[in-house]
C-alpha cells in the first residue's frame, strides 16, 4: 500500500478592502473568462459581467440570379392569366349554350302557340267557312247577285 500524504490544494489569501472605489467597468468585447490584476499586485480570475457572445457561423446564401428569379415570377403570372382566359372563355361558352337553348325553348312554346290556334277545336263556331247560298247569276263573267 501507499501512503497518501495530504496535499494543499488551496492557500487562502484574506481580503483587504481597496483603499479606491472602482466602478465595473467592461470594455466592448471580454472573453467569458477574464483575469484582472489588483492594484496591490493579486490576479483574480472570473467571468465577465456581460460573457461576450460568439458571432453565428455566416452561412452563404445560395446564388440565385434575379434573372432567374424574374423568369420564375414571370411564368407564374403568365398561367395565372392563362388560366384566367380559361374560365372567362369558358364562362362565354357557357353563357352562349344558355341563350341557345332559351331560343330554342321560345321557339317551342311559339311553334306550339301558333299550333294550337290552327289545328285547335273552336268552341261556338264551326268549321271552315260560312257561305250563303243564293241563286246568282253570271252574265258575261260578271257575277249579279
Same mark, same amino acid.
Request: proline share 10%; net charge positive.
Given at each position: 500500500? /501507499? ?15 481597496? /483603499?479606491? #472605489?472602482? &466602478? ?5 468585447? %471580454? ?13 483574480? /480570475? ?5 460573457? &461576450? ?7 452563404? $446564401?445560395? +446564388?440565385?440570379?434575379?434573372? +432567374?428569379?424574374?423568369? &420564375? %415570377? ?5 398561367? +395565372?392569366?392563362?388560366?384566367? %382566359?380559361? %374560365? ?8 352562349? &349554350? #344558355? ?5 330554342? #325553348?321560345?321557339? @317551342? ?8 290556334? @290552327? ?17 246568282? @247569276?253570271?252574265? $258575261? ?5
Amino acid at each position: 500500500m /501507499t501512503d497518501h500524504k495530504p496535499t494543499h490544494v488551496h492557500n487562502p489569501i484574506p481580503l483587504t478592502q481597496p /483603499t479606491s #472605489l472602482v &466602478a465595473p467597468f467592461q470594455p466592448p468585447s %471580454l472573453p467569458d473568462v477574464q483575469t484582472v490584476q489588483l492594484p496591490d499586485g493579486r490576479l483574480i /480570475t472570473g467571468y465577465a459581467l456581460n460573457p &461576450a457572445t460568439e458571432p453565428q457561423p455566416h452561412r452563404p $446564401r445560395p +446564388a440565385i440570379s434575379p434573372l +432567374a428569379v424574374n423568369i &420564375a %415570377l414571370g411564368g407564374i403570372g403568365f398561367a +395565372a392569366a392563362c388560366g384566367g %382566359l380559361m %374560365l372567362l372563355t369558358t364562362f362565354i361558352g357557357a353563357v352562349a &349554350a #344558355l341563350i341557345q337553348q332559351l331560343v330554342i #325553348l321560345a321557339a @317551342v312554346v311559339f311553334g306550339g302557340f301558333i299550333a294550337i290556334q @290552327v289545328l285547335g277545336t273552336h268552341h261556338g263556331r264551326d268549321r271552315g267557312t260560312l257561305v250563303n247560298i243564293r241563286r246568282a @247569276v253570271f252574265k $258575261r263573267n260578271n257575277f249579279h247577285s
